[in-house]
């Protein structure tokens, strides 16, 4: 049955409206695992939005919900005004997932013109191969393709249908460093057609460079949503950097939230620098301080302990 598109969406009407989501599995062991407890967000027409968590959080839970692949044990999501699967059925919901869904046998551009066969008005597939980056490999076998450019295929079949909303789930998981640069690219071009995109990803430079919002999942709750900026504010703080004699501990002095080391550079992450840099000039052997503010990873590793204590 060949899907079809249906007219845009009313003035306002969010990209996802997700309320009180929740999600309980009952395994065969006397406790219930709660995969969500009751997450609420919505999402606009255009946003990026990159969706944060350690492993175990809840993030693929709620993909699939807003996929319309699995359904809440309560709460409401709408995609669009209508149901996830309506909206897939409607063409305006593509996916870019890790694996799965490619026959090795058949060349880039016949799997590319097989699955064009299935909407009623699809991209042309010489469009199609150009946005995905696939042009110069339309004729090589699918089983002989890197992963990372299987993930451009899986890319390409996304985008057949011409969506509204995109959602990436760890899309560049089998790239190299080049393969996950041009990705984004090509993504950039996306954006700047209005597309809606949401993306799980365990790179947060990824989240940090592309993305208009954060929001940050752990234990099934979101326990941050906001700006880059806005995120990184919640733990305020600051990283030093500085040369120390190996024999000496970091994790001892006041106000350390983190310590890494390598060699004698150690890395430390404070609320107050001033108070620390200070310290560490009159009561240690520190050489070569450098202040800098944290990163989004600083802030994911802070909020996600807090939040596991």
Known sequence: MNTTTSSPPAQGTPAFSVSELRKTFKPR????????RGVSFDI?????VALLGPNGAGKTTLIDMMLGLTSPTSGTLRCLGSTPRKAVQQAK???VMQTG???SELSVKETIAMISQAYADPLPIDDVLEQAQLKNIASRPVGKCSGGEKQRIRFALAILGKPKILILDEPTAAMDAT?????????????AEGRTIL???HYLEEAEHFADRIILVAGGEIIADGSVDEVRSLTA????????????DPTQFPGVTLAERRGTTVTLTTADSDALARYLLTHTEARNLRIEASSLED???ALTRKDAS
């Open 101 to 103: 869904g490619l026959l």
């Open 179 to 191: 393969a996950r640069h041009d990705f984004w690219d090509v993504m950039r071009l996306q954006a």
């Open 237 to 248: 703080s600051l990283r030093i950097e500085c040369q120390l004699p190996s024999g000496v």
């Open 44 to 48: 606009q027409p255009g946003e990026i």
């Open 93 to 95: 919901l593509g996916a």
């Open 299 to 301: 802030t994911f590793i």
């Open 29 to 36: 062991s006397p406790r219930p695992v709660h995969a969500l």
């Open 199 to 201: 993306f799980a990803t």
